[in-house]
């Protein structure tokens, strides 16, 4: 069965950094586009990044460019996400998800990240 | 990268059929086949119902379906039950390299 469990969230202050972890099982990490979406609470999905199988493309949404690094290590089975530079509008429920089904047909459970001091 | 405008709510009562838009613009959806529509229940994770405009996973019900036309998806739930009611978000994705969620619909079962 296929598996996604993010970890790594928690409070953090503004300016901090922090590095989610998606610890992926049941299928081939290096064969899949992985991306990283949020949640606010209450409010909309937004997409964040995606990375190729093969780590060479990344992608990010303008609101996180030059602050946020998505990576992966398939013999980790665990695909990243460094966060920089924090800011209180990032607050939001973080998702990894396996890029099958378009955008993402198979995700986490999501990990909370509060930037607030 | 402005959010896909979806209505806020779209309310039906159990049995009949409602349709949830999704619109764009040349960039995103009406430029690319990859429109993709998610359910969420309050407190989970989204789960995927149609890819690529109108194609339906495994295990999703045939009463889900997709469409488009030009810059304007659309995902028509029909024979409306109650644990249909969520919200709903589309997506597509962009001429940048990336992808934009739609505002989010609220589908109330009356």
């Known amino acids: 069965e296929v598996h996604l469990v993010e970890s790594g969230g928690g409070l953090i202050q503004p300016g901090g950094s922090l590095r989610l972890s998606c610890l992926t099982s049941g299928f081939t990490l290096s064969a899949y586009w992985m991306h990283w979406v949020r949640q606010a609470p209450g409010k909309g999905l937004v997409w964040i990044s995606r990375i190729n199988p093969d780590g060479t493309i990344r992608n990010y949404a303008d609101s996180v460019k030059g602050r946020f690094t998505i990576s992966r290590d398939d013999a980790k089975n665990t695909l990243y996400l460094q966060m920089n530079s924090l800011r209180g509008d990032d607050t939001a429920f973080y998702y990894c998800a396996r890029g099958d089904y378009g955008l993402a047909g198979t995700w986490g459970q999501g990990i909370l990240v509060t930037v607030s001091s | 990268q402005s959010a896909l405008t979806q209505p806020a709510s779209v309310s039906g009562s159990p049995g009949q059929s409602i349709t949830i838009s999704c619109t764009g613009t040349?960039?995103?959806?009406?430029?690319?086949?990859?429109v993709s529509w998610y359910q969420q229940h309050p407190g989970k994770a989204p789960r995927i119902m149609i890819y690529e405009v109108n194609n339906r996973p495994s295990g999703i019900s045939n009463r889900f379906s997709g469409s488009k036309s030009g810059n304007t998806a659309s995902l028509t739930i029909s024979g409306l039950q109650a644990e249909d009611e969520a919200d709903y978000y589309c997506?597509?994705?962009?001429?940048?390299?990336?992808?934009?969620f739609g505002t989010g619909t609220k589908v109330t079962v009356l």
């Open positions: 997506t597509s994705y962009t001429s940048s390299s990336t992808y934009v």
């Open positions: 040349s960039s995103d959806v009406g430029g690319y086949n990859y």
